[in-house]
């Protein structure tokens, strides 16, 4: 069956850096497109960054410059680089397996906190 599992939130100081990872089994990972989402308290859940079977990314105007997105089909995993992180950041981050997978991982939460 489709699985997303994330790895590597946790509790950061402002200005600092965490790389979270999906790892993806249970469909054919290097066709489809993936994102990573987040949901803070009380909010709705949102785009961060998703990037295309071919690599396109897209990012939220927020994070442009600061977060990057990858992934390595060898390794079924896709990828979410944080710097300069700010309070504003902290929230679950989701990961998703789009088009007609449309899967979510059970995500990880992200503190950035002095």
């Known amino acids: 069956q489709v699985q997303l599992v994330e790895s590597g939130g946790g509790l950061v100081q402002p200005g600092g850096s965490l790389r979270l990872s999906c790892a993806a089994s249970g469909f054919i990972f290097s066709i489809n497109a993936m994102g990573w989402y987040r949901q803070a308290p009380g909010k709705q859940r949102e785009l961060v960054a998703d990037?295309?079977?071919?690599?396109?990314?897209n990012y939220k105007d927020s994070v442009k410059g600061r977060f990057t997105i990858s992934r390595d089909n060898a390794k079924k995993t896709v990828y979410l680089q944080m710097n300069s992180l700010n309070p504003e950041d902290t929230a679950v981050y989701y990961c998703?397996?789009?088009?007609?997978?449309?899967?979510w991982g059970q995500g990880t939460q992200v503190t950035v906190s002095s």
């Open positions: 990037i295309t079977n071919i690599g396109r990314t």
């Open positions: 998703k397996a789009g088009g007609p997978i449309n899967a």
